[in-house]
């Protein structure tokens, strides 16, 4: 963007010093610069006010159109990314045999391309049964996390995406309810956080959420991917407890 309003600027002065050398070199017979501006026309000097104007709008327009082409591509880019970390999510959904085993891969797959920048989950098998807190990118906060998970705790995103209904929850960064949650500090450091609901007749419910990396892309087409990807993670978990039920 700036580049193209520099290079409007260094025209509009290049081309009135160019205009002032001419003027120079016409007038320079008569040793008198002084004619320079009394015979330079009203007309001449509208016209060049009018042309630099003009180089100076052409620059504003090229900037504002280059900048939303690097918005596209930025956008664009940011969705092939996570397009790839959902086919490794699913992937990784195919191969596993535990919960344990499906939440650490599922977070890491999410987080190992960088699209976003953290990820993290909670998800139990059977109600009697200590629930599963796996993260990647919260090393920080995942000790104290993790106790309170065990303990039941749900963060207030992951209650607000349970009982909404709704396949995926935005939580900006000046959430009220995010008040005292130990996530808080975290999951938003870059934008909005992202929490998908995980349900199932054969787990207790829970819920998985990622924070992208920078300016979030809080698209119609990101929100359909991360809700279709946690369908096939609370599928893939109902399968699982299902099968660790049968057994």
């Known amino acids: 963007d700036h580049r193209a309003m520099l290079l409007a600027i260094f025209v509009t002065l290049f081309s009135w010093g160019m205009w002032a050398l001419l003027d120079f070199y016409f007038y320079y017979e008569t040793n008198d610069i002084s004619t320079v501006f009394r015979d330079l026309r009203a007309r001449e000097v509208y016209s060049r006010i009018a042309i630099s104007g003009g180089i100076l709008i052409a620059g504003m327009l090229i900037s504002r159109v280059s900048n939303r082409l690097r918005m596209a591509e930025e956008r664009g880019r940011h969705l092939m990314t996570i397009l790839q970390s959902m086919r490794d999510v699913n992937q990784h959904i195919?191969?596993?045999?535990?919960?344990?085993?499906?939440?650490?891969?599922?977070?890491?797959?999410?987080?190992?391309?960088?699209?976003?920048?953290?990820?993290?989950?909670?998800?139990?098998?059977?109600?009697?049964?200590?629930?599963?807190?796996?993260e990647s990118g919260l090393p920080e906060v995942a000790r104290k996390v993790r106790a309170a998970a065990q303990s039941g705790w749900l963060p207030p995103c992951g209650k607000e995406a349970?009982?909404?209904?709704?396949?995926?929850?935005?939580?900006?960064?000046?959430?009220?309810?995010?008040?005292?949650?130990?996530?808080?500090?975290?999951?938003?450091?870059?934008?909005?956080?992202?929490?998908?609901?995980?349900?199932?007749?054969?787990?207790?419910?829970?819920?998985?959420?990622?924070?992208?990396?920078?300016?979030?892309?809080?698209?119609?087409?990101?929100?359909?991917?991360?809700?279709?990807?946690?369908?096939?993670?609370?599928?893939?978990?109902?399968?699982i407890a299902a099968e660790s039920e049968r057994r």
């Not at 596993?96 to 139990?124: F, N, P, T």
């Open 94 to 134: 195919i191969r596993s045999l535990d919960l344990g085993d499906l939440a650490s891969g599922v977070c890491s797959k999410l987080v190992e391309r960088r699209g976003y920048e953290r990820a993290w989950m909670i998800l139990s098998a059977r109600p009697d049964e200590v629930p599963i807190f796996t």
């Open 162 to 239: 349970l009982a909404s209904g709704s396949p995926i929850i935005v939580t900006p960064e000046s959430h009220q309810e995010c008040r005292g949650c130990p996530l808080a500090a975290i999951c938003r450091e870059g934008g909005s956080t992202m929490t998908a609901p995980l349900r199932g007749p054969n787990c207790v419910p829970g819920c998985v959420a990622v924070s992208p990396a920078g300016l979030a892309f809080e698209e119609g087409q990101e929100l359909a991917l991360l809700g279709e990807v946690a369908g096939d993670i609370a599928h893939a978990a109902n399968s």
